[in-house]
């Protein structure tokens, strides 16, 4: 079992910048990978970013390139997502997810609130 604790969500305006950090526990392993989704209101839950634990390797939406940035400190088993630009329509609740390699996301965060007003 994987634990992961979100946290760093708010409310802020158009524009701005917000840091998410989601710190992973429990049976963690260099072999699996972070992921960062999202679900705003009546809408399907979307993938946002992810990255793989033992490569660094990432993956965005189209979405939010050049935007929002995943991150990881291996040393404190904590992902990061930066996210500058925020425009309103990335307002949602954001889960922390992780997965071991090969398989689906499948431990899930309790997921934190962002909301941009514009």
């Known amino acids: 079992q994987v634990q992961l604790v979100e946290s760093g969500g708010g409310l802020v305006q158009a524009g701005d910048s917000l840091r998410l950090s989601c710190t992973a526990s429990?049976?963690?392993?260099?072999?699996?990978?972070l992921g960062w989704f999202r679900q705003a209101p009546g809408k399907d839950r979307e993938f946002v970013a992810g990255?793989?634990?033992?490569?660094?390797?990432?993956s965005y939406a189209d979405s939010v390139k050049g935007r929002f940035t995943i991150s990881r400190d291996n040393a404190k088993n904590t992902v990061y997502l930066e996210m500058n630009s925020l425009k309103p329509e990335d307002t949602a609740v954001y889960y922390c997810a992780a997965a071991y390699v090969g398989t689906a996301y499948n431990y899930w965060g309790q997921g934190t609130q962002v909301t941009v007003s514009s």
């Open positions: 990255v793989s634990w033992r490569s660094g390797r990432t």
């Open positions: 429990g049976r963690t392993s260099s072999d699996y990978r």
